[in-house]
């Protein structure tokens, strides 16, 4: 409990048990995510299950009670990382995390594809923003303006899981647009915001480019809202831009610079 209060900024009597990550720690999608990795820290990999059902703090202690043991284990893996040379760094781009991965689209993977942009629980957060284009019509749009692009896949099933891409890239000047949607299963658990990190880490790493930006509706920016600040910057505001849900919201333009370019950020959101 110590250490969900030191990483949610919550106060330690303030936290119980029963606590709810969400509904009464009021963590968002980054700040779940922070989470997980602070308990990876200390030796608490959880998998994809086991995270999604940890929906309280006591939760989460059952999952570090059954895995404590494995601490010393992933000590030990540190320092034999720590004791390579430089030369041992050098290596293809990292396209897989705690949860997801990162794959090619193939063919098989578009009708997926397809299904999640068209979903009622995530199409209107997306690329067509709740119209439901023929499917022969996805085919022809799915690498117009796009820079590259990826399948997430769960790592611990192996089944397709969202939809990552970079689009509208100008490598002359250095930025470009980052994109993603996840299924429905995975929005508010703090994991789904794993293959962004990726795919930015990815395009930082390949590419000099500077900046990435996201465009998103206001209603969307409640997943990241923690992360503002802290590598991700508000860096525009069309207002009444979107319309959903009988009233007007406002586009946001937020950026995240390449680590160590931006003066104004205390931390970085791919890191």
Known sequence: MDLV????GVLRGSVGAASRLVTDLGLDSFG????????????VDLEEREWLAAETVGGLYDCYKDRVGSFS???????????????DLVGPPRLAGRFFRLVPIHPQA???LYELAVSPDVGF????????PPFAQFENDLWQGVFTQFLV???????PAGHVMCYNADPNLGHAYVGAAMTNQYLG???AAEPVQLLVRYLFDVWPLRKLYLELPEFNFTQFASASGRG?????????????QGRRWDRLILAIYRPGENPESSGEFAS
């Open 232 to 244: 991700l910057s508000v860096e525009a505001r069309l207002r009444d831009h979107d319309y959903y």
């Open 73 to 87: 284990t992933a000590v030990g893996e540190t320092a034999v990382e720590s004791a390579r040379g430089p030369e």
């Open 5 to 8: 209060s030191a990483r949610t």
């Open 189 to 191: 658990s703090g994991i």
């Open 153 to 159: 896949e769960s790592v611990q099933t192996n089944q």
């Open 32 to 43: 779940l995510l922070e989470l997980a990795a602070s308990l990876a820290d200390l030796g």
């Open 110 to 112: 578009v009708p997926f």
């Open 125 to 132: 957060r997306w690329r067509y923003r709740g119209s439901v």
